[in-house]
C-alpha cells in the first residue's frame, strides 16, 4: 500500500513495486480515470514502465443516498431535464425522486453515502495510448470503446434508479459532460 502519489519519489518507488511482481494499491488526485494515466505520466514516469506496471485505476465519489423512509417521486422540469441531459426533446420525462426530509434522516432527505465509480482496465489498447503519451480525453475514449463505464454514466444509473438525487448527481458532475443520455 502506497498512501497516496503526490511527487515522482513516490510514483517511482510504487512503479517500482508494480515491477518487481507486488500487487501496489495507491491513491491519486485527479477527476477520472483516464487522468490518472496523465498524472502519472507527469511526474516523469516513462511510459513503457507505467504501461507495463499498471493494470487498472478506479475513480470514485460518494454521494448521498436518498432517505428510504421519506423517498418520494417528482417529475423535473425542462430546465432540469436539459441540465441534466436526461431527454433531448421527443423522449418522455422521466420520473425522478428525492427526500421530502423526515425524522429519520433529521429533515435532510438523505441517508447514508452511495459509491459512484469508473473503473479503467489497462488492455493492450489503452497500453499503445500510454506509450503514445495520449491524452486523458484519447484514453477514455479507447477505454469507453472498450466497455468502460464513465462516473457519469454510474451516476445517471443510479439518479434514475431512485438511490440518489438531481442535486448529487450535479455535484459530481457538475460540467455538461456530467449526464450524458444513455441509448
Not at 513503457?48 to 418520494?72: D, F, G, K, T, W
Request: net charge negative; hydrophobic share 40%; with cysteine.
Amino acid at each position: 500500500m502506497v498512501g497516496e502519489i503526490r511527487d515522482q519519489e513516490t510514483a517511482v518507488m510504487a512503479i517500482q513495486s508494480a515491477l518487481t511482481g507486488h500487487l501496489v494499491f495507491s491513491t491519486l488526485h485527479t477527476n477520472d480515470a483516464a487522468s490518472a494515466v496523465t498524472r502519472l505520466l507527469d511526474l516523469g514516469i516513462e511510459p513503457y514502465l507505467l504501461a507495463s506496471s499498471l493494470s487498472a485505476v478506479l475513480a470514485q465519489r460518494l454521494v448521498r443516498r436518498i432517505c428510504p423512509e421519506c423517498v418520494e417521486p417528482y417529475v423535473p422540469d425542462q430546465s432540469e431535464v436539459r441540465s441534466l441531459g436526461l431527454a433531448d426533446g421527443g423522449e418522455p420525462v422521466p420520473t425522478l425522486w428525492r427526500g421530502r426530509g423526515c425524522d429519520s434522516c433529521r429533515r435532510s432527505g438523505y441517508r447514508e453515502r452511495l459509491g459512484v465509480f469508473e473503473l479503467l482496465l489497462v488492455n493492450d489498447a489503452v497500453r499503445i495510448q500510454i506509450q503514445s503519451r495520449a491524452n486523458a480525453t484519447d484514453i477514455r475514449n479507447t477505454a469507453v470503446a472498450n466497455g468502460t463505464k464513465l462516473l457519469h454514466e454510474d451516476c445517471r444509473e443510479k439518479l434514475l434508479a431512485g438511490k440518489t438525487t438531481a442535486e448529487e448527481v450535479a455535484r459530481i458532475s457538475p460540467h455538461s459532460q456530467a449526464i450524458q443520455a444513455a441509448e
